[in-house]
């Protein structure tokens, strides 16, 4: 079959929509959808077109109502988007609901096969026949179930825009380059486009066009992200146990622990064990982290209840080790495939006693890539767990953006004495006690099994202990380590990532956010100051927070703290921080199961504002 | 005497016991400075590893220039998985009780064994909680009976049952009253290369010592039937009148080689149990637990399958030794990887 394609004809009556719109697809769980939504956005972003996925999936293996949302944005929005203008509606389950959803001047495609015909006129309809393209494809016939979902790609392509040629390109990346199942996709895809260009006319004004806009770029999720900053971390210990949305942490780690491969021996650095469950997953990585492996895990909420006892002790033991919480929705099992910021406030705190953790906050890919492997230097530095509270939309979906940059440091290994620095220590202090503080900081020197010094062991406990690491009930020694601790924390504050503040002294308003809302915010941000709201923004990238977060809540005539959570935890925490009355700090915090939007933090703060 | 390392016994020794005088676990201690005073173990390579309870308490009381790690209750497993294989250079004892790992830990207990990982296992078993003042433990015997808390009508555990069950290769049970089996053993398992679990029964004097008690001094001096004599010959040791051959057996006399060619001779006693027959092995346990026989002594050994390490496939370096060329990938190989996802 020899195809020539025809761009699509602009529409004659409508102003055109131009790479400023959303398409939403809805199918079934496991039927093979989630190729041809990857090559949609490999192919929009092969035309330089800034785009974002958000996969709205089930709790389930298969047959679950499945949404997925393509945004294109011209102006580099990558947020979720409150309106989708086009639904693939390819689930007779969810259709009636999905086409009831979509906004007037809407699309709607549709298996013709259905023969649901057109209940709505403000909206365009174009039905196309999923069975007999793929019949006609000669495709065999185990997978016609799930290539069928390429007919809506072709239907795509060739409705708004987008080359057939680049469809193949998309294919092929998807399949890294495997030509075989690329082509068999592709041979559904085509003979779809083409169909749709013999038998439909375009009535719509959504339009595809290639833009400059994502050349040099990368595509990624967050998860892969934290993966590949581990392992370019120096990670030597993994151990997990499966949870969603997390365990793709895990599994980029395993896809790219080759790059630490020993050259000559095929030996491995990196060593991934499947915990039995969360419980052991952390306990291994401190017994790792006390042996001077650097160690990391990855969970999700309800592990992180299941690590929160062995984390008092690393935090009193002071045991370094990263746990990466891929947060969706509790409490108890919750949503596990949606998102959500609501562990902030355990993590933070998290064990039984008076506990202080360090918790980071990535916004991004590119900061998950980095906090992956300052996670661990941090660990090593301040000898104590370190959180990295990332969540499903970040971890889990496909993201645009700039290649990632090497570590601008070392790898930093702490007050970890050898022989000789040990040997050394005792020269100039004639002594060296586990747990006392000779800097100032807070942070003790410790040594770490297999040390060949006849004084480097030491005893390690949960229990009250000396500054020599021998077992005590007196109330001084407690007192002393604790004090000493709560320095240790102060001195965490100047080390981990600092906040990202756009400030102007002249603006009133100031914005507070964390996380994966980054990007709804800029948005925002751009269109309150088209409506004439001029907002400053402080965004968070861990906890203990410093003097500057302080400075900026209590600087500004009105402070709102934007947050992914239902009880408004940050907000919690400054109004805990901040010795002043926060009266005119107003908590806005979403927590509904989806990703914030730009839309939302709008209408909040206008509401707000017109007050 | 100083051992090969010029140590004197006394340099193995960690701090003053806490526990009850009498206690069965002070026993136990002694045991291992002995042994590791007798092997000239090098203590900078030593990791002692324990959990929650009176056992846990002990490895303070031994070679304290040994890196410890007391950790939470029923979770030494998985700090001994972490840092072993952060480190395979380490020898691990790790000391835990019949509470720590047949209730709480028993879920560790069990995936340890599975994925073999090297160390000494001792399990200080009195059928009692201690610490807490006299709870049944999982261990507790049918009909036991406590002060407080009644008769035990719920059977009782075999842990040595469950670590055969779970795929270990070296499972031993001894008596702490039995000084001399009980470092034969020790050495044994300290030559071993994978997990080995040594069930030891030591009395808890202040709550389950009664002379009827299953696990009383009393009861175990009168009652204990070792399953074989033992002499145990270290690596490089030549007897004076025999060759050593690895792995024969002559009557009564069985001879195992051990991962670093130390070997164990056992001769055998009235019942006949061979240690390298798993099903004759988990048969002498059920008939021990069905006739509440106390038969002590190496229970079961195999050739060590791959400890965790092997699987794991990991440098021969140990992990947390490695430079910081061998733990960051270069900028080149950043920059060929970003190239693949744009």
Known sequence: MVLELQPQAQSPQREQVINDF?????????????????????????????????????????????????????????????????????????????????????????????????????????????????????????????????????????????????VRQALLDTFN??????????????????????????????????MDKTAGKILITGNEAAALGSIFGGLTVAAWYPITPSTSVIDGVLDYKHLR??????????????????????????????AGARAMTSTSGPGISLMAEFTGLAYFAEIPCVVWDIARMGPSTGLPTRTSQGDLLFLYVLSHGDTRQVVLLPSSVAECFEFGWRALDLADQLQTPVFVMSDLDLGMNIWLSEPFQYPDQPIQHGKTLDKISLEEFFAEHNEWARYRDYDGDGIPYRTVPGTDHPRAGYFTRGTGHTESATYSERREDWVRNMDRLRRK????????????????????????????????????????????????????????????????????????????????????????????SLTHMVSLSLGDTLPMTAQWIVDNIVSQENK | MPNALGLERTDYKGSQSTLCPGCGHDSISNQIISVAYDLGLPMHRVIKLSGIGCSSKTPAYFMGRSHAFNAVHGRMPSIATGATTANRDLMTIAVSGDGDTGSIGLGQYKHLIRRNVPMVYIIENNGVYGLTKGQFSATSDEGQKLKYYGVNELPSLDLCLEAIIGGATFVARSFSGDSKQVQTLLKAALSHSGTAIIDIISPCVTFNNAPDANKSYPYGKEHEQPLHEYEFIPVGYVHPREEITADYSEGDTIQVEMHDGSFIRLKKLDNGHDPRNRRQAIDVLERAQQEQLFLTGLLYYEEPRPILNETLRLVDTPLAMLPDEKLRPSQDALESLMKSFM
């Open chain 1, 22 to 166: 959303a398409l939403m697809v809805a199918t079934k769980n496991g039927s093979g959808s989630q190729t041809s939504n990857e090559v949609l956005i490999r192919s929009l972003f092969r035309m330089g077109i800034p785009v974002s996925g958000k996969n709205l999936f089930p709790s389930n293996i298969k047959g679950l109502p499945t949404w997925y949302t393509i945004r294109a944005s011209r102006d580099g929005y990558v947020a979720r988007s409150e309106v989708t203008e086009i639904a693939v509606t390819f689930n007779e389950l969810t259709a009636a609901e999905d086409i009831q959803n979509l906004p007037p001047g809407g699309v709607c495609i549709i298996p013709a096969d259905w023969k649901w015909g057109q209940s709505r006129t403000d909206i365009v309809y174009y039905e196309v026949p999923v069975k007999e393209t793929v019949a006609a494809a000669n495709v065999p016939q185990e997978f016609r179930d799930r290539i069928a979902n390429m007919v809506y790609v072709g239907v795509c392509a060739h409705l708004f825009g987008i080359s057939i040629d680049i």
């Open chain 1, 177 to 210: 380059g495997k030509e075989k199942p690329a082509m068999m996709n592709f041979g559904v895809a085509e003979r779809a486009a083409l169909w749709a260009q013999e038998n439909l006319t375009k009535r719509d004004p959504f339009l595809f066009e290639p």
């Open chain 1, 261 to 290: 491969t020993d050259p000559e021996t095929g030996k491995e650095t990196v060593a991934v064990v499947q915990a039995e469950d969360e419980l052991a997953a952390i306990g291994m990585l401190i017994g790792a982290g006390w």
């Open chain 1, 489 to 580: 924390y102060d001195t965490a504050r100047t080390l981990v990532p600092q906040p990202v503040i756009n400030f102007d002294p002249s603006k009133k308003i100031g914005i507070v956010s964390y996380g994966s809302n980054d990007p709804a915010i800029i948005e925002a941000r751009d269109r309150l100051a088209a409506a004439g709201i001029q907002t400053n923004y402080l965004r968070i990238r861990a906890l203990p927070l410093n003097q500057e977060v302080y400075d900026f809540v209590t600087g500004h005539e009105k402070v709102y703290v934007i947050e992914n959570n239902f009880d408004g935890q940050m907000a919690q925490i400054l109004n805990m921080e901040i010795s002043q």
